[in-house]
T-cell receptor, first 113, second 114 residues
Framework: NAGVTQTPKFRVLKTGQSMTLLCAQD?????MYWYRQDPGMGLRLIHY???????AKGEVPDGYNVSRLKKQNFLLGLESAAPSQTSVYFC????????????FGQGTRLTVV | AQSVTQLGSHVSVSEGALVLLRCNYS??????LFWYVQYPNQGLQLLLK??????LVKGINGFEAEFKKSETSFHLTKPSAHMSDAAEYFC????????????FGSGTRLQVQP
């Protein structure tokens, strides 16, 4: 049981390049999330999904797009990377119970130069 | 709106000393509260969670937290720090809303001195 798996783990992009981060979960969770982590700011919600085929904006969605074509996968896209998007990105999934915890992937460290 | 405030971005204790990491929440409805730990270059791991069943919650690795509604607090404690406790700790709150997302505090980095 792998839990939540993120690929890639590291990536360096040039300004203006695009990329997609993949998140896969094997716990049959309905809810999935993308967060970014920056020093002193905790984790901030970028986008989320409450089920297959649904997506919605979080607190910091600008510059990112997401898709959830399959229940187990949640993709985060950067169409034109900017240095301000240098961060560590975490995917998480959660079951439908009110008191369930979120399970996190190991993170993707992205540097935009 | 819900929010979480963690007082102290860095806390340093000696090995064997009491660990106290502070978390205050702001919520207009009863919250669900969580503490997560992040070791270097890793993801977040759940330490414990409050779900209204009991105000004193015990978690993994000897940590516990007490929910105090009157103080809107959910502080994390451990009687005796180990070197292996050095990590970053995040308090998070969740409401029973459609998206069920967690809102995180800014984190507290715990250093344990030998």
């Amino acid at each position: 049981n792998a839990g939540v798996t993120q690929t890639p783990k590291f990536r360096v992009l040039k300004t203006g390049q695009s990329m997609t981060l993949l998140c896969a979960q094997d716990m049959n969770h309905e809810y999935m999330y993308w967060y970014r982590q920056d020093p002193g700011m905790g984790l901030r919600l970028i986008h989320y999904s409450v089920g297959e085929g649904t997506t919605a904006k979080g607190e910091v969605p600008d510059g990112y797009n997401v898709s959830r074509l399959k229940k187990q996968n949640f993709l985060l896209g950067l169409e034109s990377a900017a240095p301000s998007q240098t961060s560590v990105y975490f995917c998480a999934s959660r079951g439908t119970g009110i008191n369930t915890e979120a399970f996190f992937g190991q993170g993707t460290r992205l540097t935009v130069v | 709106a819900q929010s979480v405030t963690q007082l102290g971005s860095h806390v340093s204790v000696s090995e064997g000393a009491l660990v106290l990491l502070r978390c205050n929440y702001s919520s207009s409805v009863p919250p669900y509260l969580f503490w997560y730990v992040q070791y270097p270059n890793q993801g977040l791991q759940l330490l414990l969670k409050y779900t209204s069943a009991a105000t004193l919650v015990k978690g993994i690795n000897g940590f516990e937290a007490e929910f105090k509604k009157s103080e809107t607090s959910f502080h994390l404690t451990k009687p005796s720090a180990h070197m292996s406790d050095a990590a970053e700790y995040f308090c998070a709150v969740s409401l029973d809303t459609g998206r069920r997302a967690l809102t995180f505090g800014s984190g507290t980095r715990l250093q344990v001195q030998p």
